[in-house]
């Protein structure tokens, strides 16, 4: 058994999320700043069903499937965990890992994660929106619950530029929240996702807060909407790999052979 100082230094490595456990006059829309960047591991990991199997997952994607003098992105990568997870599973190659996010908090963060790890191949980070980014020569592109984030008119264009953007081969993995079309459903996978976040120790209050906070800021698709959207670009197989609730990821894998 691990000595007791063993437990005091994981247990203080994340700080907890309180952010809305107090009541507020007025609840702000909901933003990547300083005080969710310092406690964001803590949120994400309560809030989002099957994070960890998500990053493991993109961990076990990137053995397959970057390849080498490729470059693989994180795009919204906060404090780049799929980044990481990209970075060490990827020593059978030579590529470039990018991190891409518009939060300055998040990005400063994530600068200081990536370079506590010696990984078998570069991370980069960019500050700024992936509206304006760049994608080429890409093996694997990874986001993950960050187009929820992008105001709907733009994400047609964003999954364009990524195929664009993408090797022959190469795959999106997409990770949302998602919206059941019919209203009874969605308010069963609403509740069961409550449950889970209360399961977690959030409070009543801290559920119905944080919901107020993103209900202009985070605007959800259905899976139907994603499955169009990306065989529109270009995508010839969309794969729903995993769902939990309402929280889904995909795989849009574009095709080997597409001559172009
Ligand atoms: C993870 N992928 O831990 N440009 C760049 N970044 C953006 C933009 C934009 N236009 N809009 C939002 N973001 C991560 C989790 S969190 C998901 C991603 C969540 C960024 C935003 O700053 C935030 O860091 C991230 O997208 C979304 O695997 O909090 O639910």
């Known amino acids: 058994m691990p000595p007791f100082s063993y437990y005091v230094v994981v247990i203080s490595l994340h700080k907890s999320d309180n952010l809305f456990a107090s009541p507020m006059s ?23 069903p099957g994070y960890q199997t998500i990053l493991h997952t993109i961990g076990e994607l990137a053995k397959s499937y970057i390849t080498d003098g490729s470059r693989a992105y994180d795009l919204g990568c906060s404090l780049g965990a799929a980044s990481l997870a990209m970075a060490r599973n990827s020593e059978h190659v030579d590529c470039e890992i990018i991190g891409i996010d518009n939060s300055e908090p998040m990005i400063e963060r994530c600068a200081r994660k990536v370079k506590s790890f010696h990984l078998p191949n570069p991370v980069t980070l960019h500050c700024e929106s992936i509206l304006e980014s760049t994608i080429s020569h890409a093996s694997m592109v990874v986001m993950n619950f960050t187009l929820q984030f992008l105001p709907p008119n733009n994400r047609l264009a964003m999954l364009k530029k990524i195929y664009d953007g993408l090797n022959p081969g190469g795959i999106l993995l997409l990770s949302e929240k998602i919206q059941h079309p019919s209203e009874q459903g969605n308010r069963l996978l609403v509740d069961l996702h409550h449950q889970f976040k209360r399961n977690n120790g959030y409070s009543e209050l801290e559920v119905s807060q944080k919901r107020a906070a993103l209900e202009n800021v985070m605007l959800t698709d259905t899976f139907a909407t994603h499955e169009s959207r990306l065989r529109e670009v270009g995508f010839a197989d969309v794969v729903m790999w995993f769902k939990c609730y309402n ?9 080997a052979d597409t001559q172009e």
């Not at 929280?247 to 095709?255: G, L, N, P, Q, Y």
């Open 247 to 255: 929280f889904s990821s995909i795989i849009a894998v574009k095709t």
């Open 26 to 48: 007025q609840v702000s829309d909901f933003q990547f700043d300083e005080q969710v960047a310092d406690v964001f591991p803590d949120m994400i990991q309560r809030s989002v």
